[in-house]
């Protein structure tokens, strides 16, 4: 991979092998598979994506429900590997694929923070160091004792983007969680993604609400049912989106 790029998909695909028809029970499941009476089809989630994403750069992500957003950024975060072809990632990876992913909400946040940190791979000795600046951050100090089922949507995403970002990785993956929270909450996560971004962290943003994507991206992709349509400037790829949901309708 090149010295300047972060990220590289060279022919991925990631497929599934489907039931063809509808089975009630797990039960059922074994016994006609053993009758050898199921069938399957292939789905593809991706197919055939070359993508490659240069350091430094905020790079957009659109498509549909179901188009292979988030199968995309799994494959990058490496919970997910490919059927078929390689994919490439250059550096420290800091995913924010899900609202309050690792969280348990019987736990208080604080027992969050830390837990959170280690799924990220941080010792306690450095959690100690970073406790701190992450409550501020969150704005929680009054909450941050309480369990996790008591927060709302809004300060779960404020408490996992802070912990995320307290430290600046090569590659932050973003997954609509700049939708939720409250509008100065939303200024702190753009101050610090810029920030990031001049220091040289590669962003890669998913995102439904197309004000973000042409205002924060250098460059968009537009997948659609698993298959890349477009790789480009942001006002061309919204565009071409828009078409081909008017298209869809």
């Known amino acids: ?15 599934y092998r489907v039931p063809n028809e509808r089975i009630g029970t797990f039960k059922e499941y074994i016994i006609r598979s053993l009758q050898g009476k199921i069938f399957h089809e292939k789905f593809y989630a991706l197919k055939d994506i070359n993508l490659e994403v240069g350091e430094g750069e905020i790079f ?3 498509g549909h429900n179901g188009a292979g957003k988030s199968t995309m950024l799994k494959l990058i975060a490496r919970v997910l590997t490919p059927s078929e072809g390689r994919i490439e990632v250059c550096g420290s990876v800091s995913p924010l694929l899900e609202l309050g992913a690792g969280f348990h909400p019987e736990m ?4 969050n923070v830390y837990l959170n940190g280690a799924l990220l791979g941080f010792s306690k000795k450095e959690m100690d160091e970073k406790y701190r600046r992450i409550v501020e951050f969150a704005g929680l100090e009054d909450f941050i004792e309480a369990p996790m089922r008591t927060y709302s949507s809004g300060m779960w995403a404020r408490l996992g983007f802070a912990v995320a970002t307290d430290t ?4 932050l993956l973003v997954d609509e969680i700049l939708a ?3 509008e100065a909450f939303q200024k702190k996560c753009f101050d610090r993604i810029n920030e990031f971004q001049k220091s040289g962290t590669t962003i890669f943003i998913v995102a439904h609400g197309m004000d973000i994507i042409q205002s924060m991206c250098q460059r968009v992709c537009w997948i659609n049912q698993g298959n890349l349509m477009y790789i480009g400037d942001p006002e061309t790829a919204i565009e071409k989106y828009r078409d081909g949901f008017r298209k869809d309708q």
Request: avoid cysteine.
């Open 168 to 171: 600046r990785p090569d590659i």
């Open 1 to 15: 991979m090149n010295k300047t790029q972060s990220i590289k998909l060279e022919n991925v695909s990631v497929k």
């Open 108 to 111: 208080s946040g604080r027992e």
């Open 180 to 182: 939720v929270g409250d």
């Open 60 to 62: 957009g992500l659109i």
